[in-house]
């Protein structure tokens, strides 16, 4: 399977609120034409209606593709419009948090290839990374497909187990809230500090961004780059040692935040 073959037996996708849409974004920028994706969304945003996608049409017989992105809590009334595409050829792949490949198989049969995947908002200018992992009907194949559909909105990885999806849910699926979250506190803290809020929050987002960059450039791994900015008894080792501390410090709240992501997804899971 590749792009064409997508673009040509068609891709639906169920549900277009901020991930679904970040994902439409991603493809349609890298070229996917609007005429080969139907969406299916009760209340389709002015946005979406701008892109030229297909929008609560009749679907097409037998989709390359069908991307779930609804709410976990939405599944039940969702996925019976998708019933019939079941065990006819057509890939599944859901990107829901803490809805299990087992769900997926007792509404679409066992016979039906399921990917899940998680995959994060990034992917709305192509920078995200997704990971997958398959049920045993899905094929080399349709991992492939799944790949390729999720590599043009950014990386991918592959899962050796289902259950490493809670805790990649609670890293990388959550995590860009983590990090918008520190844009908004380091700007605030800035501001805190006399700046002007605009300048301050210029800074935050530049510094984010930037160090993003570098992380995933340099040779170096991230701890070298922390000690390349710490000159010895300078300014940001005083910050460190306030962010570094064993009891209330950086280490400490991001293990309690991405411990509590990743038993929310297992609580998901469990209905
Ligand atoms: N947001 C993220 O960063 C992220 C990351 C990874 C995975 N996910 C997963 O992606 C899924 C969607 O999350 P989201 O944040 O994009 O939520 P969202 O913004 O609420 O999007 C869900 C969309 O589905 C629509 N919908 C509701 N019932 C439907 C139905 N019966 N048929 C078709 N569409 C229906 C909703 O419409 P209404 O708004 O009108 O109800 C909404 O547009 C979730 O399962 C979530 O776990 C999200």
Known sequence: MDMSDIAARGLVLLGCGKMGSAMLAGWLEGGLPASSVSVIDPYPS???????????????????????????????????????????????????????????????????????????????????????????????????????????????????????????????????AYVFHLIETL????????????????LAKATVAGAGALAEAAEENPSQLRVNVTSPNGTTQAALEVLMDEGDGFPTLLNRAVGAATNRSKELSRG
């Open 46 to 176: 002015d946005w979406l209606q701008d892109t030229g996608v297909l929008i609560n049409q009749s679907l097409p017989a037998s989709p390359a593709i069908v991307l779930i992105a609804v709410k976990p809590q939405m599944m039940g009334a969702a996925l019976p419009n998708l019933q019939l595409l079941g065990g006819g050829g057509t890939l599944f792949i859901s990107v829901a948090a803490g809805t299990s490949i087992a769900t997926f198989e007792d509404i679409l049969g066992a016979g039906t290839p399921i990917v899940r995947a998680m995959p994060n908002t990034p992917a709305a200018i192509r920078r995200g990374i997704t990971a997958i992992i398959g049920n045993d009907t899905a094929s080399a194949i349709d991992l492939d497909g799944a790949e390729l559909l999720l590599s043009a909105v950014g990386q991918v990885v592959r899962l050796d187990s289902e259950t490493q999806m809670d805790a990649v849910t609670g890293v990388s699926g959550s995590g860009p």
């Open 187 to 202: 700007a605030a803290a800035g501001e805190a500090q006399g700046l002007p809020a605009e300048l301050a929050m210029q």
